[in-house]
């Protein structure tokens, strides 16, 4: 069965970098999709980004293009989410979501990553 | 892209059916047949239970349904329990990208 693993909490100051992970398990993961999910508390889920594990092909939604990058490695079936400088409202949990190539639903969830910005 | 929009919330009392709407455009919702629905519970990742407009995965209630027509996609839930009290988010296929509705909260009465 496939299982997707988030790295933990996160408390950060305004201005700092951060990179958040995500790992599957139980399949070979070059067939599949990877993608991050942001949820401001209290708020509604927001697609970010998606990232393709065979070949790296990124897609961003509009709104998250420049403000965050995501990456892969896919030997060991992991995607991250970075940050460059955090502002206080990158304060959310963040999921991210896994699905074979050919599908157009997003089937396997990590648990989130709560990420804190404050001074 | 904007969201999706829905309904902020809909309630109904056990064993009653509820309908949430998800309106988007052309390009998203009316243009592809890649429509899903996820239901997400208090301090829980989101769980899809409908997939492709109509298709619900192995596991989740005959109960959900859903279907789509022009810009507007639709999920019934009958016979409703108080399980079902939950966020309902759909998400479309967008060329490339996702994006998810606003978001209803369903509360069972």
């Known amino acids: 069965e496939v299982q997707v693993a988030q790295s933990g909490a996160e408390l950060k100051n305004p201005a700092e970098s951060l990179e958040i992970s995500c790992q599957g398990s139980?399949?070979?993961?070059?067939?599949?999709?990877i993608g991050w999910v942001r949820q401001v508390p209290g708020k509604g889920l927001e697609w970010m980004a998606i990232?393709?594990?065979?070949?790296?092909?990124?897609k961003y939604s509009p709104s998250f293009q420049g403000q965050v990058t995501i990456s892969a490695d896919k030997s060991i079936g992991t995607a991250y989410l970075q940050w460059r400088r955090l502002k206080a409202s990158d304060t959310a949990m963040y999921y991210c979501?896994?699905?074979?190539?050919?599908?157009?639903?997003?089937?396997?969830w990590g648990q989130g990553t709560l990420v804190t910005v404050s001074s | 892209q904007s969201g999706l929009t829905q309904p902020a919330s809909v309630s109904g009392s056990p064993g009653q059916s509820i309908t949430i709407s998800c309106t988007g455009t052309?390009?998203?919702?009316?243009?592809?047949?890649?429509v899903s629905w996820y239901q997400q519970h208090p301090g829980k990742a989101p769980k899809v239970i409908i997939y492709?407009?109509?298709n619900r995965p192995s596991g989740v209630s005959n109960r959900f349904s859903a279907s789509k027509s022009g810009n507007t996609a639709s999920l019934t839930i009958s016979g409703l329990q108080a399980d079902d009290e939950a966020d309902y988010y759909c998400?479309?296929?967008?060329?490339?990208?996702?994006?998810f509705g606003t978001g209803t909260k369903v509360t069972v009465l």
């Open positions: 979501a896994t699905t074979r190539d050919g599908n157009f639903r997003w089937d396997f």
């Open positions: 139980g399949d070979d993961f070059a067939n599949y999709w």
């Open positions: 990232i393709y594990f065979r070949n790296s092909e990124t």
């Open positions: 052309s390009s998203d919702v009316g243009g592809y047949d890649y």
């Open positions: 492709d407009v109509t």
């Open positions: 998400e479309s296929f967008a060329g490339g990208v996702y994006v």
